[in-house]
Structure formats: structure tokens, C-alpha cells
């Protein structure tokens, strides 16, 4: 019997927790591995074990050479696209440099045991060095919004790269205010002033800064378990014990409670503006919201006691991102905006994860109009170069010739609703959160206690999930959430064979518990 016929039996079901082996096959795989090869309880080992079996020529679960795929995987949908063969480096070199050469930061968000090595791109797929073939579904934390290499975008930069790479502010290029044009044609009135930076830290530095010249004021309130950067200033915004140094950093910052209707103390079925809700029990009356009422509270707390009756500015994510994917009652962030207002102050969203249509509904994730800015100098060396404006408006036309906003209301909701059937059916599901394309599962010890999973445990499905070919990410205040933001071309034949390789990870790890 060949190997591939005894990998095909070692998924076979039995009706007891383990997986047994004929003696002959068990002899077979000792020569192969070494003892102990006769009970195997996690499915995602199985993996580990077809992986030194597998050609390069795509994901261990899509079609290949292979007549009988095991029959309890699921299948990965067919890609027409062919990647170019790996020639470069090797992993081994590679793991080399980055443990020696590379920012220590580097190797402290190579999230996965066995490092996954990304040699090329197309669409919402990816492919490694192997020719292996995987989901992407965080798109380089929620960034790469029509897909890896867009043919459209790749053809617009291209174009611009021929014709001229890099000039600054001083000198007029016409790739810039294309796309300022187009940019501003979707804000709301009076947001019609765009200025062009190199990362969200750097954008949120501006935002204070601009804030407190625009104010006169100098305080700064954000939301605890947000993120809006690492530089020395938006350190300060970023209220997440994870990403803080013991440096001063942020002078002026404030935190108020985050208004997290699953984690937090208050919260009910009905808070949330998604389609999922918490399980929580509510006994508002209609269009009342006591949640919202004492999360509101709070924040009026911070006025009273931790700041001046001035103040500067409110940082708010429409949805948290790094926070694990968390939204507040529907209208906190109205009430909020018009407290601060009151206050002096301006407020400020951060669409760095929500904005260009991932939520589905609306281009940017806010509803409420945030006041316009106009002090301030700001020059960028390279914000707003002509190749990042070239793509920048390329990706604008593709959202729209493509139709991914609503591409990501129709698998986001649907993507959504079938997560919470899992949420149902596992118990350490505490919640499933989020619009359109911006999701979070949060994983818990078990729903009555709300505890979170354990890193231990969030690694070991988060690892299985890679090893059947998809990559998600991970997040919250304790890295209980997982992250799921792809690129906002995927379809649903996609959305379910992430539903059925998430379900075999909970299964496999359930399992084991």
C-alpha cells in the first residue's frame, strides 16, 4: 500500500477519541517518523505529517496529483492563477537574518511556530516558498483591500513607475490631486481637506497635533484596549499595556472604560449596529439603551475628575481593530462626540482597519461628523508620492468597479451569522462581533465565566487553522480574538471553507481538552 493510501486511513473516523493503526501501517510510519506512531488524538499532527509528503504545488487540502484526498478535510476552493517558482533565498538563511539582522520586534510577531515564508500574492490567495497555497484572511492587517496584485493596481503602478518614481510637496504632480479628488468626493461635508502621511502612527501624531493647535486645548481622551500607533506620541492613544515601553510617551492622554457590551460590566442583545448580537441578556426598554447610559457615565467620570473643562480632542476606532474587533451601542460614539464638543474639543476617527467599505454599509466606519482642522503645517518627504498616489487612486476605481463594499456586507454578513451557529455549537466561543468584513470570534476557558482562552490554547487553533490553509489573525486586550479582515474580494465558496477548517480546529483542540 502506498503512502498516500495510508495517510487517507489515518482520517478515517473511528468512534472513540483516538485514531488506532494496523500493525503493518504502524510499522510503515515508525520507519518513516520513529515510535511512537499508534495513537493519534490531534487531527492537526496529521497535518504535520502530510505536510513532508506534499509537492509544491499548492495547499495540502486543494485539488493536486492526488486521486483520493482524505475524505474529512475540507477542500480549498480552485485558484486559475499559477505563481512563479521560488528561486531566491532560503528559509533557513532567511530565519537567519531575521533572528540576527532584523528589529527583535520582527521575530516577536512571527506569530506561528513554524514561520510561514510568503513568496507571492494574487487576489485573496497567497503562496510560500513551497508553492503551498493559503486563504489570506487578514490582508496585511485589514490593508490590502481588492486583493494581492490586483491586476488593475498592479498595471496603474507600473505605469507610474515608468514614468516617475518621487518628487516632494514643492513641485506639482498629477497623480496627487487625482487622488485627493477622488478621496475627498467620498467624505462627508466638511471633511474636504486631506493631508497625505506614511503610516497610521504618523497620521495620528498629525491628528493631535493639529487638534491642539486647532483648540488651544492640550488633553486627549481614548478608549481603553485601543490602538493608534507606536511612535513616542500615539503611544499615548494607544491603551494596551502590550505595546507600552517604561518611557514617558503620550504627555496629556487619557483612558476611558471601552464601552465592550460582551466584556465589559454592561451589556445586551441588542447594543450593537451588526447582525450578530452578544448572548447577554436585555431588558431595555424600547429605544433605550442602559448600557450605553453607563458607559457614558464613565466617560463623563473622566471628565470630572482627569481632565480640564477644556480639552483638545477624542481618539475613537468606529470598531476597534487590535481590541479584537469591538463595538460599542450604537450610539456612544454620537453622545460621545456631542460631550466633547461641548468640551472644546474635537474628535477623531481612526479608519486606518474600518474605512474604504470593509464594513459593508459605509465607506468610512463613523456616522457622526467629526470637525475639520485648520492650523497647522505639516511637510512630508514622501506622504503622497506620486507611485502611492497612482495606486491609491487605482484601488479607489477597483473598489468600485468591483463592487467590494458590497462584496463585503453580503460574505461579511454571511460570514457572520454562520460564525455565531459555531459560537453556538462550541463552548468556548464566548462571541462573534463585527460588520461586514471586520470580524471577531472571541474565545473563552467556557461561556459562564467569560475568562479568556489561554495563549496555549489560542495558538494551538490558530496553528491548526494555518495548517489546513488559511491564515487569520489575532488580537484583544488578552490575545483572546480572532481577527478576521481579508481581502475584500473573497467569495463565499471561501467563506465556507474557512467555516469548515475553523470547525475542524475547534473540533481538534476540543478534542484534546
Known amino acids: 500500500m502506498g503512502i498516500v493510501a495510508v495517510i487517507t486511513i489515518i482520517l478515517q473516523p473511528t468512534t472513540t477519541d483516538s485514531l488506532l493503526f494496523p500493525k503493518k501501517m504502524h510499522k510503515a510510519l515508525c520507519r518513516l517518523h520513529g515510535p511512537p506512531f499508534g495513537r493519534r488524538k490531534d ?247 442602559h448600557a450605553n447610559d453607563m458607559y457614558i457615565g464613565q466617560l463623563k467620570e473622566v471628565f470630572a475628575t482627569s481632565v480640564p473643562s477644556r480639552i483638545a480632542a477624542f481618539f475613537g476606532e468606529p470598531i476597534q481593530g487590535v481590541g479584537g474587533a469591538v463595538q460599542y451601542p450604537k450610539n456612544y460614539l454620537k453622545e460621545t462626540y456631542r460631550l466633547v464638543r461641548e468640551r472644546g474639543g ?57 463592487g467590494t463594499q458590497q462584496n463585503s456586507a453580503e460574505v461579511g454578513t454571511y460570514l457572520l451569522k454562520e460564525l455565531a451557529k459555531l459560537r453556538d455549537k462550541y463552548e468556548i466561543i464566548g462571541d462573534v462581533r463585527g460588520k461586514g468584513l471586520q470580524i471577531g470570534v472571541e474565545m473563552v476557558k467556557d461561556k459562564a465565566s467569560r475568562e479568556p482562552l489561554p495563549a496555549d490554547a489560542m495558538n494551538q487553533i490558530f496553528e491548526c487553522t494555518k495548517d489546513m490553509g488559511v491564515l487569520i489573525g489575532k488580537g484583544g486586550l488578552y490575545g483572546q480574538t480572532f481577527r478576521i479582515k481579508p481581502p475584500m474580494c473573497i467569495t463565499k465558496e471561501d467563506a465556507d471553507f474557512f467555516l469548515a477548517v475553523f470547525d475542524h480546529a475547534l473540533q481538534s483542540y476540543m478534542e484534546q481538552r
Open 346 to 402: 474635537v474628535c477623531i476617527a481612526d479608519e486606518v482597519q474600518t474605512g474604504f467599505g470593509r464594513t459593508g454599509s459605509h465607506f468610512w466606519g463613523f456616522q457622526e461628523i467629526a470637525a475639520s482642522f485648520g492650523k497647522g503645517v505639516h511637510f512630508n518627504t514622501f506622504g503622497g508620492n506620486p507611485v502611492a498616489c497612482a495606486i491609491a487612486s487605482s484601488v479607489l476605481d477597483t473598489i468600485r468597479e468591483d
Open 43 to 289: 487531527a492537526c499532527s496529521v497535518f504535520e505529517l502530510l505536510a513532508k509528503f506534499h509537492q509544491p504545488s499548492g495547499a495540502l487540502c486543494q485539488k493536486s496529483a492526488v486521486k483520493h484526498p482524505p475524505p474529512h478535510l475540507p477542500e480549498m476552493p480552485p485558484c486559475d492563477f499559477h505563481p512563479e517558482e521560488y528561486k531566491d533565498m532560503s528559509k533557513a538563511q532567511m530565519l537567519e537574518i531575521r533572528k540576527k539582522l532584523c528589529n527583535p520586534m520582527t521575530m516577536k510577531v512571527t506569530f506561528y511556530k513554524k514561520p510561514v515564508y510568503i513568496h507571492q500574492g494574487y487576489m485573496q490567495w497567497l503562496w510560500d516558498v513551497d508553492g503551498r497555497r493559503y486563504l489570506d484572511l487578514f490582508a496585511g492587517v485589514a490593508t490590502v483591500s481588492v486583493g494581492h496584485c490586483h491586476p488593475q493596481v498592479t498595471e496603474a503602478a507600473v505605469k507610474q513607475l515608468r514614468r516617475l518614481w518621487h518628487t516632494t510637496h514643492i513641485y506639482v504632480t498629477s497623480p496627487l490631486h487625482e487622488y485627493a479628488e477622488k478621496l475627498t468626493s467620498l467624505f462627508p461635508d466638511p471633511l474636504k481637506v486631506v493631508y497625505f502621511t506614511n503610516s497610521g502612527s504618523e497620521a495620528n501624531d498629525l491628528a493631535m497635533l493639529m487638534s491642539r493647535l486647532h483648540t488651544g486645548n492640550f488633553d486627549i481622551i481614548t478608549l481603553r484596549g485601543s490602538y493608534h500607533g507606536g511612535s513616542p506620541q500615539s503611544l499615548g492613544l494607544t491603551a494596551n499595556a502590550g505595546y507600552k515601553y517604561p518611557v514617558a510617551s503620550g504627555l496629556g492622554c487619557h483612558t476611558t472604560m471601552c464601552p465592550d457590551v460582551y466584556r465589559g460590566p454592561w451589556g445586551g442583545s441588542h447594543c450593537r449596529d451588526s447582525p450578530i448580537q452578544t448572548t447577554r441578556d436585555c431588558s431595555c426598554p424600547p429605544g433605550c439603551c
